[in-house]
Nanobody, 124 residues
Framework: QVQLVESGGGLVQAGGSLRLSCAASGRTFSSHAMGWFRQAPGKEREIVAG????????YYADSVKGRSTISRDNAKNTVYLKMNGLKPEDTAVYYC?????????????????WGQGTQVTVSS
């Protein structure tokens, strides 16, 4: 079972930047698409970005498109989400998870177990 540990969240002013990291255990990291998800208070968890196994394909939700970059380092079993121009509405707990493809993560949800997430709070 792959374990995921998210980090890099924090309290930031509107307009600021953060880079989230997700370290995965196990030997199957490079064979899975990866995604970043977030859950704001009172809302359902949603996918905000996805990346294919090689990193050649990416996906961004409209809410973060143009402000965020997802990347991965298969040698380090780590996926990143760099977020710029943060807005108060970006406040949420951010999680990473895996899937068979970006399309599958979007339509069927991820296949891995959820980690503890990392809190991002954006003040206005």
């Amino acid at each position: 079972q792959v374990q995921l540990v998210e980090s890099g969240g924090g309290l930031v002013q509107a307009g600021g930047s953060l880079r989230l990291s997700c370290a995965a255990s196990g030997r199957t990291f490079s064979s899975h698409a990866m995604g970043w998800f977030r859950q704001a208070p009172g809302k359902e968890r949603e996918i905000v970005a996805g990346i294919s196994t090689s990193g050649a394909s990416t996906y961004y939700a409209d809410s973060v498109k143009g402000r965020s970059t997802i990347s991965r380092d298969n040698a380090k079993n780590t996926v990143y989400l760099k977020m710029n121009g943060l807005k108060p509405e970006d406040t949420a707990v951010y999680y990473c998870n895996s899937g068979t493809s970006i399309r599958a993560m979007k339509s069927q949800g991820p296949i891995g177990s959820w980690g503890q997430g990392t809190q991002v709070t954006v003040s206005s």
